[in-house]
């Protein structure tokens, strides 16, 4: 079992930075696919970034070249540095766990085992 607990979210003006973490439990968090999302009102969750235990990233095109996936398996945490925010990236971020997760699932929310409750990202333009 895996409890994924986000923060780091908060209020920002349009080009701003923020940095969300996820904090992980248990001990197996560096063999996991971790991955963010994100959800806007009246929309569907959809996939923002995601990294393998390996090491590798895949970004949505959305937000590649703004954001930046890490993380610390040291302190089982996951890091999500967002920069030259849009109004469009207004949403609540989750983080999500996965065991098995391939290049042509990774986008999927289905296939991922663990979520955490998610943190409130605006961006005032």
């Known amino acids: 079992q895996v409890q994924l607990v986000e923060s780091g979210g908060g209020l920002v003006q349009a080009g701003g930075s923020l940095r969300l973490s996820c904090a992980a439990s248990?001990?197996?968090?560096?063999?996991?696919?971790m991955g963010w999302f994100r959800q806007a009102p009246g929309k569907e969750r959809e996939f923002v970034a995601a990294m393998w235990s390996d090491g590798s990233t895949y970004y949505a095109d959305s937000v590649k070249g703004r954001f930046t996936i890490s993380r610390d398996n040291a302190k089982n945490t996951v890091y999500l540095q967002m920069s030259s925010l849009k109004p469009e990236d207004t949403a609540v971020y989750y983080c999500?766990?996965?065991?098995?997760?391939?290049?042509?699932?990774?986008?999927?929310?289905?296939?991922?085992?663990?979520w955490g409750q998610g943190t409130q990202v605006t961006v005032s333009s």
């Open positions: 999500a766990a996965g065991r098995v997760i391939t290049l042509w699932t990774v986008t999927s929310t289905k296939t991922y085992d663990y």
């Open positions: 248990g001990r197996t968090f560096s063999s996991y696919t």
